[in-house]
Structure formats: structure tokens, C-alpha cells
């Protein structure tokens, strides 16, 4: 009996919510809501709390919209909120607290081609999601890097629907893929927002020789120089194979090397 009551106590606890403070104000926090903020479309900032809308399973929700109330609008007799949803037209921007990790999403403008282009099949499945990734150019992507290099990770929009047994299994497949192998995007010094690959390093770092000479010198676990950058024939300097985009390596690779270059050689 004293047992089943330590589990429950100890359950009760981990379930109760965490409470919040801004300034005198309190707000108990449920477990899916974040402190944060979001720039609206002026380029005000608004603090408050924030609900992501996408989980590990739907990461790409996030990209999309996200759940909003400001600190002013609570009503504290109250214990449900309510929030305000609020898409990619409303927003230049958001960010959340996830315990004590900051998370910044970013409103860019992209067009996401090769994610267009790995539709599994020609079912129904797959010209949905075509269609759905070509028609989408604006997303509240996250901000993996900031600064000089700034990096970002964007997730194909998968299929909503399948039809029949082997859409199912192509739809499963394919959402697997998205969130093992993102999107992730570079922009240096305000250009254009372009794919990362890996073979992007060498250029992007070679105004940097203490970032240069560290990868040079196998100093970077994730970059291979002697793999990374040996000399391409004119077609294969063309095609980008899906190995240098796969996005897992590409985010290790940025992970460990551009923070170095923004620290050491950034503006």
C-alpha cells in the first residue's frame, strides 16, 4: 500500500505544473507550454508563453504555426488560456524555452525543391506532397546557428493522406526520412539563403585560416578534408549526390565547425 502511494505522489508531482514568473505576475506553465516570445509583423517584440504545435513526430508542424498568449492577456482566475494560433502571415518570427535550451524560428522565404522531389511512387501520396512542398515558400524555420554563418533546419512537408497498403508504407518511409534527414540551410553575411552540403565547408571558411587549418588538420571529428574536398570531374562537381545533402551528416558538420568560424572570424 505505502509503495502504490510513493508512486502516486511521485507521479503527481512530475505531472504538476511549473510555475512561471514575469515580474510579480505568475502563470503555471503546462507541460507543453514554453516562456517565449514572438516578433510579429511590425518587428515587435511580444513576450509571453508559447505552445509548439510540432512534436519529435511532427517536426515540421512548427514551421507552419505556433500557439500564442502574452503575459498581458492572461487570466490568471482561469486555468485553461486561450491561445491564439498564429501562421506565417502573422509572424516575422517566434521563440521558446525548451527547459533550458532557447529555440528561435525564423521566417524565411524557400522554396523547397529537393524535398519536392522525393516523392516515393506516383500514387496519390506522392502528388500530394509535391504539390505541398512546391506551393510553399514561406516557413518559421529554426535556427540551428546564429551569427556571421547563420544555419538553418527546414523538414519537407509530407503527405497527409495515403491510399492503400503501399502509400501507407511509402508515407511512413518517406516521414521517417524527414525527420532523420532534414533541409538544412546556410546564409553568410545577409546573401541568399541557400542548401548546405558538404562540400560548401572549404568555400565558406577559406576567409578563416584558424578555422581552415583546423580542418585541414583533422581537427573537426565530423569533416574529412581529404574526402570532402577532392577535386570533382565537371559532372560530378554539377550533381550533388545524396550523400553530400544528407542532412544528419550535414548538421554534425555544421554543428562543430560554423560556431568556430562565427566566434573566431565573424563580424
Known amino acids: ?37 514572438i516578433i510579429d509583423k511590425d518587428g515587435k517584440k511580444v513576450e509571453g508563453v508559447v505552445k509548439l504545435i510540432g512534436t519529435a513526430e511532427t517536426p515540421w508542424e512548427n514551421q507552419l504555426k505556433v500557439k500564442f498568449i502574452a503575459f498581458d492577456e492572461i487570466n490568471k482566475e482561469k486555468k485553461r488560456q486561450k491561445f491564439k494560433t498564429l501562421k506565417t502571415d502573422d509572424l516575422k518570427g517566434y521563440a521558446a524555452y525548451d527547459g533550458e535550451v532557447l529555440r528561435e524560428f525564423e521566417l ?17 501520396s506522392g502528388k500530394i506532397k509535391l504539390i505541398k512542398n512546391l506551393s510553399t515558400s514561406e516557413y518559421m524555420v529554426e535556427v540551428l546557428i546564429p551569427g556571421t554563418i547563420k544555419v538553418y533546419r527546414l523538414y519537407g512537408l509530407p503527405s497527409s493522406v495515403a491510399i492503400g497498403k503501399n502509400e501507407v508504407k511509402e508515407r511512413e518511409q518517406d516521414i521517417k526520412y524527414i525527420i532523420e534527414s532534414p533541409t538544412i540551410l546556410v546564409v553568410k ?45 565537371k559532372l560530378g562537381s554539377l550533381l550533388k549526390n545524396e550523400f553530400e545533402l544528407n542532412g544528419a551528416k550535414i548538421q554534425r558538420m555544421a554543428l562543430e565547425i560554423l560556431p568556430d568560424y562565427n566566434e573566431n572570424c565573424g563580424k
Open 1 to 37: 500500500m505505502f509503495k502504490k502511494l510513493l508512486v502516486l505522489t511521485i507521479l503527481t508531482l512530475l505531472s504538476s505544473p511549473i510555475v512561471a514568473q514575469e515580474g510579480s505576475d505568475e502563470y503555471e506553465l503546462r507541460s507543453n507550454e514554453k516562456m517565449g516570445w
Open 108 to 124: 524565411i522565404t524557400y522554396k523547397n525543391i529537393r524535398e519536392s522531389s522525393t516523392t516515393d511512387g506516383g500514387g496519390i
Open 189 to 233: 553575411n545577409g546573401g541568399k539563403i541557400e542548401e548546405l552540403n558538404s562540400s560548401d565547408f572549404k568555400k565558406l571558411t577559406e576567409d578563416c585560416s584558424y578555422v581552415r587549418t583546423k580542418m585541414l588538420n583533422n581537427e573537426y571529428a565530423s569533416y574529412n578534408p581529404e574526402k570532402e574536398e577532392k577535386k570533382k570531374s
